[in-house]
């Protein structure tokens, strides 16, 4: 007799990486594009004596050492991962997706299939030296049985302890998503700077995660956003990393953890313990022994994140960014001022400046005058012109003092000598009189590697901390020597938050500008509420003669609503005056912090925020490392520079 074909197909295999989250191992799949890397580099080793191999997945920020099995991240320090080439899968009735049994208990389900199918003899049994016993009844059934004493104790009845695991074979026969891949090319570098606590969300995940999260919006938005500029490769990616400072301050080399818990109390020991993670931050703030160390680990871990990136990318040629979230940014607008033509912050004496600035010819004047550093920071431009000073030098002294002071400010208390304010803003305190070693605390702010292309701050206090030093107006003239533009983003319900443009403009006064929702439009219920608003201000001015006015009053497009569909006259001339009052809001001068661009976006709160501010205060201060309002501003900002514009999806 002629035999019979075999129908066996060798089984596709999946690479998967353990995750550890909330004490929980949850096994998560690799993308396509990395998977079959990683099987290709499986299929060429052959896995014998030969040297380790390392491939590198998820945009190379973690290398999988196939001989290990284990997945290694490249930038920051985090415990390896097990990995594993999977092709078998089973699932409790406890369990709420399929898991991926172990590789060698996979080849051995593998070739019992392999000589059932080949065959066609079904219901056989296959023991395990554990106790497992997996019955394979027909190629769409198998189940798998566990031993009693295997069993979980909790257990309700006797019937539970009969219940198998469903047992799949290959991913095609499971449901899980499995991510793409993504585009090799980076097109910008953003390093991102978490805020107090070693959690950075309510679910107590670290920068790390939380970071994570970012860019997976991120990429997710530039599949919808930008997709016309990705299938003409125009665009790549854009790279964010974690600085993690934290665990720097608080690590064994300081042992301030240690001295902080021997005076701690015993008493409410949970929440003494949060306050000790996170709280005690803001004192080393203004700690003179550990606010350098907070600034220094900032810039040395940014700088030696950016190294270790050119290494991995040595074809990269984009710019780099930074963002900074709560306490996280205050430390960078220091490092952001230095430059090699930025003046040292440390002149004693006003000839030494004026030497620094290339204007000698002046000393004799101001001597004349008899004045110093001191005395010189109460002048105002005006005075300068009065001592006959040429609008040029005028104009580099004032843009020094404008730094100098913004440096100062900046710190968690002003320097020794402060110096040059531009404009005379309180006597009630005279540093002077103070002693360093009592509150002061001069910072030595480190140069980063490169200057920034952009600043994003996310829940920012930095306006608070210029306020409260004495700083009543930044000049309009003044920005950062390194960095051109500035974004203060903020959650109109964020504690921590604070403007930054009325200190800019401070005889204008005008509504930061309203972050677009990413899917097109005002959420509908601030629409609702400002159309309310706009129909009572209307009925109160007597201006609404009929039902018809009233009502189309009440349904006039917001400034930030996308363009109607035309819906008559009336509707078109709304319309127009709306993209005339937002092009007019976004024309604003705001100085030169950004570019003589807008400085203060806010969003757009969701629905639930809106019935208690205080109920949601807290989440609305951790609410940016998911949003992707906020991911897409970001995104936003760094392709037009590059002269990529974002496509409004139809929703």
């Known amino acids: 007799m002629e035999a019979v074909p075999s129908a066996y197909e060798a089984v596709q295999p999946h690479w998967f990486y353990c995750r550890r989250a909330d004490t929980k191992d949850s096994w998560m799949p690799f993308s396509t594009e990395d998977s079959q890397k990683l099987e290709q580099a499986y299929m060429l080793s052959g ?9 590198p997945t998820e945009g190379e920020r973690y290398d999988v050492r196939l001989r290990e099995r284990r997945r290694c991240a490249v930038y920051w320090e985090q415990a390896p991962t097990e990995v594993r080439r999977c092709t078998w899968f089973y699932k409790g009735d406890k369990d709420s997706r399929f898991l991926p049994y172990p590789e060698d208990f996979s080849q051995r389900l593998e070739e019992a299939y392999k000589i059932s199918v080949t065959l066609d003899k079904w219901k056989r049994k296959l023991d395990f030296p554990t106790g497992e016993m997996v019955i394979l009844h027909n190629p769409k059934l198998i189940m798998q049985y566990q031993p009693i004493t295997q069993q979980d104790e909790w257990v309700s009845s006797p019937s539970e302890q ?7 074979r290959g991913l095609e026969n499971i449901s899980v998503e499995i991510p793409d891949g993504e585009p090799e090319k ?3 570098l953003v390093f991102m700077v978490h805020g107090i606590g070693p959690a950075c969300d309510l679910r107590f995940r670290s920068i790390i995660q939380c970071v994570n999260d970012f860019r997976s919006a991120s990429l997710s938005l530039l599949n919808t956003h930008f997709r016309k500029a990705q299938e003409e490769q125009a665009v790549g990616r854009v790279e964010f990393l974690p600085v993690n400072w934290h665990s720097a301050l608080h690590g064994d080399a300081t042992g301030v953890d240690e001295d902080i818990q021997r005076i701690t109390l015993p008493s409410i020991s949970r929440l003494r313990h949060f306050t000790n993670d996170t709280l005690l931050d803001l004192f080393f703030y203004n700690s003179p022994t550990y606010c350098q160390t907070i600034v220094d680990t900032v810039a040395s871990e940014i700088n030696r994140l950016y190294r270790l990136f050119l290494q991995r990318h040595p074809q990269f040629a984009g710019a780099v960014s930074v963002a900074g979230h709560s306490l996280g940014e205050c430390r960078l607008p220091g490092c952001l001022c230095l430059d090699t033509d930025a003046p040292p912050h440390d002149y004693r004496s006003l000839e030494e400046a004026l030497k620094r600035l290339g204007l000698e010819e002046l000393i004799a004047v101001f001597k004349a005058e008899q004045l110093d550093l001191q ?23 004032l843009n020094f003092m404008s730094r100098r002071w913004i440096l100062q400010a900046s710190s968690p208390a002003p320097l020794e000598h402060p110096f040059l304010r531009p404009v005379s803003t309180t006597s009630a305190v005279d540093y002077e009189y103070f002693d360093v070693g009592i509150g002061q605390v001069s910072i030595n702010y480190p140069q980063l590697d490169f ?18 030093r004495g700083l ?11 960095c051109k533009s500035f974004f203060n983003i903020y959650h109109p319900f964020d504690p921590v938050a604070y403007r930054m443009e009325p200190m800019i403009v401070p005889d204008m006064e005008i509504e930061p500008m309203l972050i677009p929702h990413h899917k097109g439009r005002k959420r509908m219920h601030l629409e609702l509420k400002e159309s309310l608003t706009r129909m009572s ?9 009929s039902l018809r006015t009233a009502w189309q009053s009440f349904s006039r497009l917001p400034i930030a609503a996308l363009p109607p569909v035309g819906e008559g006259e009336m509707e078109e001339v709304e319309a127009t005056s709306a993209s005339e009052r937002q092009t007019e809001e976004q024309n604003i001068e705001i100085g030169m912090l950004n570019g003589g661009r807008r400085i203060d976006y806010v969003l757009q709160e969701k629905p639930i925020e809106s019935f208690n501010e205080y109920l949601f205060a807290i989440q609305s201060h951790l609410c940016y490392w998911e949003s992707e309002d906020t991911a897409l501003l970001v995104l936003k900002e760094i392709y037009e520079k590059l002269g990529v514009v974002l496509e409004q999806p139809q929703s």
């Open 47 to 55: 896995l014998g004596e030969e040297e380790e191999v390392v491939v």
């Open 162 to 168: 009969t219940r198998p695991r469903t047992v799949k």
């Open 186 to 188: 980076v097109d910008h």
């Open 375 to 397: 005395s010189l920071a109460l002048c105002s431009e005006n005075d300068l012109k009065d001592l006959g000073i040429p609008l040029g030098p005028r104009k580099k002294i």
């Open 451 to 468: 200057h920034p292309q952009t600043f994003f701050a996310f829940g920012s206090p930095i306006g608070m901390f210029l306020t409260v």
């Open 472 to 482: 009543k107006r930044i000049d309009p003239s003044y920005s950062f020597p390194t």
């Open 537 to 545: 201000t209307d009925l109160k001015n007597n201006v609404l003669g």
